[in-house]
């Protein structure tokens, strides 16, 4: 653990570190340490170093706060004017989830939870008062990282075939799945739809890339042949990987946000799902009507829906 702390530091507290130009190095009046003929000296410095630290002293936190504050803004306004959409839950309910699926979508959603704040509380650690409280969270993003990579495998794996892009996709994105309507309408989609599925190759793709940089984060050690081979330092390599673990962070977060609000306010009922796996008929007809249809024609409504009477 101690050896990632000059890394995370470095980010939060690279505020206060001043760039005259976006190609050249920090100047800090009054502090040898970080002159700019020592970090001139730094090797690969004009590769990803001026990068590495030009987007943590001017972007890094400014991108964080935007998505912080507009995206639930956004969730808010929508809300307040267009209001959830409220199915029936009456009637018949059937079994989309089996019990293994949310076990899986649960231990990942476990990681997520702890893993979004506490990388929030890193990154602005300056605000947060550093100390016991900061290194605690970190030590929190360490297990959140560990239960989302033991889920995240399974996961890609038993909805790779559900989450793979069809064509009428493409229209629930013309009308943005129904969202922006009061209208009770049918919305051409599978068992799940195409936001879910953008946010299924963030969340799985995305996600292993973010544990393999956090683990090189963490690490810190590398094949120095393989480094040669690819003409790379080993800080060459920490850089490019804090800066991908970062911008990855800031969709992944504005993503998860969008999950938690369609998941809990957009859809009245619809957490219900993944903690008994049914959704109504009324639901699925409407937000799912491929689906629905689909096990209609096939004859699985019936099986489906005592699956969810037990």
Not at 11 to 39: K, Y
Not at 228 to 249: C, E, P, S
Not at 272 to 298: A, N, P, T, V, W
Request: with cysteine; proline share 5%; hydrophobic share 55%.
């Amino acid at each position: 653990m101690k050896k990632i702390m000059p890394i995370i530091g470095t980010f939060a507290f690279a505020g206060t570190v001043p760039l005259a130009e976006p190609n050249q190095a920090p100047v800090h009046h009054g502090s040898a340490l970080i002159s700019p003929q020592l970090i001139e000296a730094i090797p690969g410095w004009h590769k990803y170093g001026e990068l590495f630290l030009y987007l943590q002293t001017h972007w890094i936190k400014t991108i964080f706060l935007i998505v912080l504050i507009a995206v639930p803004t956004v969730f808010l306004i929508h809300y307040l004017i267009i209001g959830p959409k409220i199915f029936s839950h009456h009637g018949r309910k059937f079994l989309v989830f089996p019990n293994w699926q949310r076990i899986i979508h649960w231990i990942a959603a476990a990681g997520f939870i702890l893993l979004v704040p506490t990388g929030i509380m890193i990154i602005y650690a300056k605000f947060f008062g550093g100390g016991t409280p900061v290194r605690f969270a970190r030590y929190l993003h360490d297990i959140g990282a560990v239960l989302f990579g033991i889920a995240v495998i399974p996961m890609f794996l038993m909805w790779l075939k559900d989450m793979l892009p069809r064509l009428w996709d493409i229209k629930w994105f013309m009308i943005l799945g129904g969202y922006l309507s009061k209208e009770k309408k049918e919305i051409p989609a599978d068992k799940f739809n195409a936001g879910q599925k953008m946010w299924y190759w963030l969340a799985t793709l995305g996600g292993m890339v973010m544990i393999i940089t956090g683990v090189m984060m963490y690490f810190q050690d590398f094949d120095i042949a393989l480094l040669k081979n690819l003409n790379l330092y080993h800080i060459d390599l920490l850089r490019l990987a804090v800066i991908v673990h970062l911008l990855l962070a800031v969709i992944v977060v504005a993503f998860f946000f969008t999950h938690l609000y369609m998941s809990i306010f957009a859809i009245k009922g619809s957490l219900q799902s993944m903690i008994d796996g049914c959704k109504s008929e009324d639901e699925l007809k409407h937000l799912h009507s491929i689906f629905y249809k689909r096990i209609i024609k096939e004859g699985k409504d019936k099986e489906l829906a005592e699956k969810c009477e037990k």
